[in-house]
């Protein structure tokens, strides 16, 4: 089956993915933790079960990966204000304190899980750099925040 056959095949899937599920996800650094999220660590296979009913299970874990390559992609070309911007609103859409949230990701470099298997290596190596300057800046900026709220 050819490459161009097989997108046909996982368009109207892709186009379901991105209208129910992606669209209602605030911002593409929540997209790109959910569909990372979605992804076995073990296989690199993609699971959604509304997909796989409507479709099936390979045609959404090709929808999946596509789509997660899609969201990385604008990642790894946004500006460095752009992706903190992207990093700050995931941040805050999870409730947990920011200084907690940054300390842990610095620490166990949580991020690395959110690149797709399918990436060249210098997109990742970019992404990766761009991403730790975004932490250490998020937590420059945060510093300030705690530091009034000790004095208070």
């Known amino acids: 089956m050819s490459y161009a056959t097989e997108k046909i095949d996982i368009e109207p899937a892709i186009t379901d993915l991105r209208s129910r599920t992606l669209s209602r996800l605030p911002g593409d650094f929540t997209r790109l933790v959910y569909l990372a999220s979605s992804r076995d660590c073990n296989t690199g296979k993609y ?10 299970q390979n045609v959404a874990s090709k929808a999946m990966a596509l789509c997660h390559k899609e969201v990385f992609d604008r990642l790894v070309y946004a500006s460095l204000e ?9 941040i805050s859409s999870t409730n947990e304190r920011a200084e ?14 959110t690149i ?18 975004a932490l250490a800046i998020l937590g420059t900026r945060q510093k300030p925040a705690f530091q009034d709220e000790q004095s208070a």
Not at 100 to 113: A, N, Q, T
Not at 116 to 133: H, I, R, T, W, Y
């Open 116 to 133: 797709p298997s399918e990436c060249d290596e210098l997109e990742a190596a970019v992404f990766l750099s761009n991403l730790k300057m």
């Open 47 to 56: 699971y959604h079960d509304g997909l796989a009913f409507h479709y099936s």
């Open 100 to 113: 907690d949230f940054l300390r842990s990701w610095e620490h166990l470099g949580s991020y690395r899980v």
């Open 82 to 90: 752009e992706l903190i911007e992207e990093l700050s609103n995931y």
